[in-house]
T-cell receptor, first 112, second 115 residues
Framework: DADVTQTPRNRITKTGKRIMLECSQT?????MYWYRQDPGLGLRLIYY???????NKGEISDGYSVSRQAQAKFSLSLESAIPNQTALYFC???????????FGQGTRLTVV | AQTVTQSQPEMSVQEAETVTLSCTYD???????LFWYKQPPSRQMILVIR??????QNATENRFSVNFQKAAKSFSLKISDSQLGDTAMYFC????????????FGPGTRLSVLP
């Protein structure tokens, strides 16, 4: 089983719908991240969390919200999806020193 | 804020040849890590190599090695004896240990290994 698991793997949704992307990990890491990947832009940070009570906005947090339900679970929500949120979304974890980011398999989200 | 730049959007190399991917970064931190991640068509993000800023010796992992120039803030990846399986997107990334404490990625370089 993967150390970092994202669900769903792929999703098509309509404009205006609320959608949640889920991430769970078995690495035992406190730090979790949500990134968005767009062609030519690389991965950009949406939100990150250092523990259950510590959640921080990244560079592109507008239109997104997150919930850290437990050390192992970190969910990303789009309250009202819009087409320019169509992208590949990654969840990642790391140890306290950031010696490596461990990624989930990614969620391909299409908003029509 | 830290930034990471990759100036080569696409590159190609013949199988068995050597190729170098470029990366520059900007930071005021002194304690950080640099990474190269590979993303094959499966879209999985795979760590290729890591460099600690305090280490002067360049990191190597089998056919992969880096040229870390701290003063120039440059971090290039050399792939020797290129294989078809090296075809992928390659992302350079930075992690500041004291400030930010998140992974900052460059825009990526798409590498094609040609038979």
């Amino acid at each position: 089983d993967a150390d970092v698991t994202q669900t769903p793997r792929n999703r098509i949704t309509k404009t205006g719908k609320r959608i949640m992307l889920e991430c769970s990990q078995t690495k035992g890491h406190d730090r979790m991240y949500w990134y968005r990947q767009d062609p030519g832009l690389g991965l950009r940070l949406i939100y990150y969390s250092f523990d259950v009570k510590d959640i921080n906005k990244g560079e592109i947090s507008d239109g997104y919200s997150v919930s850290r339900q437990a050390q192992a679970k970190f969910s990303l929500s789009l309250e009202s999806a819009i087409p320019n949120q169509t992208a590949l979304y990654f969840c990642a974890t790391s140890d306290l020193l950031g010696t490596e980011a461990f990624f989930g398999q990614g969620t391909r989200l299409t908003v029509v | 804020a830290q930034t990471v730049t990759q100036s080569q959007p696409e590159m190609s190399v013949q199988e068995a040849e050597t190729v170098t991917l470029s990366c520059t970064y900007d930071t005021s931190e002194n304690n950080y890590y640099l990474f190269w991640y590979k993303q094959p068509p499966s879209r999985q993000m795979i760590l290729v190599i890591r460099q600690e800023a305090y280490k002067q010796q360049n990191a190597t992992e089998n056919r992969f090695s880096v040229n870390f120039q701290k003063a120039a803030k440059s971090f290039s990846l050399k792939i020797s004896d290129s294989q078809l399986g090296d075809t992928a997107m390659y992302f350079c990334a930075f992690y500041g240990v004291n400030y930010g404490q998140n992974f900052v990625f460059g825009p990526g370089t798409r590498l094609s290994v040609l038979p």
